[in-house]
């Protein structure tokens, strides 16, 4: 079992789904970063996700542009993310995964990426803009260092395309909730709960949802059918507004989303 997954089953032996929280690295700066990235794991959040920030964020919505904008303006380099995730992990004892487009991993050259996020003390990538197939070199490079490779699954994605993306990941399967780039939503789409009634039926043994979740009641309607829930741009939004004192408190209350009665331990 990987760290990703251990975090996982721990969460449901707690009697609730995992709450996933993401940040970028280096806003507003590279330590003010750290410090919000050990927040979120001190005030309820099971993984973090940490994003490099990358000068085409495709998938990335307004305030999470906006916020790695900021870092790259401030003089965001690679090496950045690998001091960024030894300072998080030696902290908190929480699992660190990157959310990373592409071509830097390509760039900087996909075996030294993860030799040096494995020395680090990450856990993993969530990488959003490239398929199995075409991820050999990551594949075999995760193989070896034990780090989870973590593919997407979308709502238009064939039941041979699923079969695929459960056969290569590890860690969980990120389930898109909706079509479109990340954000805040008032509601959250059927296909979210339909496509991991899919993943479940073609044997995919854990899938957390992402994109589009906001609010703690958002958090406990995916943790009904989901075992996870992926929060991004709510926890930008709240350190942008409010720094470490808000994205604590909105941590915490979105943390309060998790329990679920399909988790229920008995006790």
């Not at 305030?63 to 902290?91: P, Y």
């Not at 803009?129 to 260092?145: C, F, L, M, N, Y």
């Not at 958002?218 to 709510?234: L, M, S």
């Amino acid at each position: 079992m990987t760290r990703v997954e251990a975090a996982i089953a721990r969460a449901q032996s707690e009697g609730r789904g995992a709450f996933i929280g993401y940040l970028p690295v280096g806003f507003p700066d590279l330590e003010t970063s750290i410090q919000a990235a050990v927040t979120l794991a001190r005030n309820g959040v099971d993984i973090i996700e940490l994003g490099p920030p990358y000068s085409d964020p495709v998938m990335d919505g307004a305030i999470i542009q906006e916020a790695t904008k900021q870092a790259l303006a401030n003089g965001f380099r690679m090496r950045d993310l690998f001091t960024a995730v030894k300072a998080i992990s030696d902290q908190v004892d929480v699992p660190v995964v990157v959310m990373t487009y592409w071509n830097p991993v390509l760039q900087y050259g996909v075996d030294r990426y993860a030799d040096d996020l494995l020395a680090a003390g990450g856990a993993g990538l969530i990488t959003p803009d490239i398929t199995p197939e075409a991820a050999g070199e990551w594949i075999a490079a995760s193989e070896r260092t034990g780090l989870d490779r973590i593919f997407l699954a979308a709502p238009t994605s064939t039941d041979e395309r699923l079969d695929l993306v459960i056969s290569s990941s590890t860690g969980f399967v990120y389930t898109v909730s909706t079509m479109g780039i990340t954000g805040e939503r008032t509601a959250l789409d059927q296909a979210a709960r339909t496509l991991v009634d899919r993943l479940r039926a073609r044997g995919a043994a854990r899938a957390c949802v992402g994109i589009g979740i906001s609010t703690a009641e958002q958090i406990a309607g995916v943790i009904d059918y989901a075992d996870g829930a992926i929060v991004g741009t709510a926890l930008v939004r709240a350190l942008r507004d409010g720094g470490l004192d808000r994205l604590a408190e909105t941590t915490r209350a979105l943390a309060g989303g998790t329990p679920s009665a399909r988790f229920d331990t008995g006790n």
